[in-house]
């Protein structure tokens, strides 16, 4: 099937459509994946500097605050009272008074929800007046390491209890007066938390990608929770040390539990603060699977229109060759009818096919004519031959069996002059019953045995006939006359050796061939006569008997009948030694009818 002119022509024609549109597909995919890849990674990485900007824009203003206040006049009033201990209690309180009222008009006037308050070593602070601020984290990492900026906390020091009781992030600023440079404390700027934890988790890439800001040491800015992600982050903060030492934003990827992810970051260098996106790189480059899928899909929906394109193609072209080819395999088996079934119709106009078609057509038609008239010739030319074979046995065995007959009568034995002569009418009668050519195994037999009880009245004790009947034999049919001509032969050498013949006769069913094999002890046959014999009856061409100048006529006329009755169906096998005898086996196809 695969070999047949259909289906080279698909593969051909897919192979055409199929190798530029799956290259265009290949290269389309790797450049959108990349593309897309790209596109995302800008995006993200536009997004955290968006992100990153407005948290500068707030922390700057929050510095900007910061100075104006260290700066302003009842800032450092405040703070010349606070360092003169010469000054009144009134004007201690009467400039506390205003500093207040100066910070919370600030605060009512800031879009932003900022707030101020000021911390002094005396006094501790502005709003409290008491020193618990000490034992704050916040203020630690301020006095031992000088970290301005605080991460999240609640801060107890502030105006009203509606402030002491959110999250803020503050900046912290030493309360110095200006004209004596002495610090007797610090400014503290406090601006919400949520400003910055709305934006921050507002942002969001993949399913579950999230941003972070957080502090050198990996805690979080804005008292975001790490829980989950902690270890993914302590490993890119780890890896970001070593790899990115000095650049301020970037991608890159880190494996954790066999899972790839991808972490975005942004420094924030004044406030050594950073910036950390963290997504698994499956959901970020989600749109690229999905993007990929669907070129596959694509591309296998495009492959199956281009087989069916192929196929349709393909198919006017091969369908009537195809059925010419199935009608030529019946015409080879010289089925004209059955190929005239398969045959094609002939397409009308002047196309190659409705030619090839049309010729086809009239060329098995016209083998038909000729080879049904070179049958019938040959059919009335094989009937001759076969007449005549018949007008060959039956005179040879009426004159010998009459000669028999004649020697009995003149020896007076009437008894045995009866036998013969019944023996001789049921062959007479067996043989001029021309109604058909065909009989059973077990009536040829019988004609034999009338057959050699003939002879064995001629040849007395010279000849002894032995013969093996299969039971399964009997029913089959075999052309008529075919053993007579080999028992006669048989005799007629074997006598001629020593002058004492040695017959058998065996019929026998192997397998599914009818087996007759006819044995005798006589002078043998010439090689080259076997292989002659041998050699006529498989050349599937008819034996002339008539023309065999005289040599082996009987076999011959059994060899030629045999053929024509079975034609290639039909073997012989001859074992012959020369001085010792002939066996001959015809081998016959099983025959009912």
Sequence with gaps: ?????????????????????????????????????????????QTIDQFASHVVTLLTQVEDIGTQVMSNRITQEWTALQLNPESSVEERVLAKQKLREYFSSYAVNNSNGITLSAFTDQTGGLWTQDKDYILTEWHSQYRQYGRRWTNAHKDRDQADQILTGRD???????????????????????????????????????????????TQDGTSVLGQDLTENRDVLRNGLSQLEQRFEGKTSGVFPIEQNDVTYLLFFR?????????????????????????????LLLSVLLLVAVIVVAFLLSFGITKPLSAMARAMKHVERGEFGRARQKMPEARAGHSEIGYVTRTFENMTERLRYLIETEFETNLRRKNAEYKALLLQITPHFYYNTLEIISGLAAAKREELVMDATEALGKMMRYSLDLGSDIVMVKEELDYIRDYLFILQLRYEDHLHVAMEEDPAAGEWTIAKFILQPLIENAVKYSLEKEGKAGISLATRVVED????????????????????????????????????????????????RCRLFYGEQFTLQVESKLGEGTAITLQLPLVRS
């Design 267 to 295: 420094r924030l260098p004044v406030q050594d603060w950073i910036i950390v996106g963290e997504v698994p790189e499956k959901e970020l480059y989600q749109q690229i699977s999905d993007t990929t899928r669907m070129l």
């Design 513 to 560: 061939r009818l087996s007759l094999t006819v044995t005798d002890n006589g002078i043998g046959m010439p090689q080259e006569l076997v292989d002659s014999l041998v050699a006529e009856v498989r050349s599937g061409e008819s034996i002339r008997i008539l023309d065999s100048g005289g040599h082996s006529i009987g076999l011959r006329n059994v060899l030629a």
């Design 1 to 45: 099937m695969f070999y047949s002119l259909r289906s080279r022509l698909m593969v051909v024609f897919s192979i055409l459509l199929i190798v530029p549109l799956t290259t265009v597909i290949f290269i389309l995919s790797r450049e959108s994946s990349a593309l897309i890849r790209s596109s995302i990674e800008t995006s993200t990485s």
């Design 168 to 214: 803020v992030n503050s900046f912290l600023l030493p309360l110095v007066h200006l004209q004596s440079l002495r610090e007797i404390g610090f400014v503290k700027i406090n601006y919400p938390t949520g400003v910055l934890r709305d934006a921050i988790e507002k942002i969001g890439f993949g399913k579950t990608g999230k941003v972070y800001l957080l």
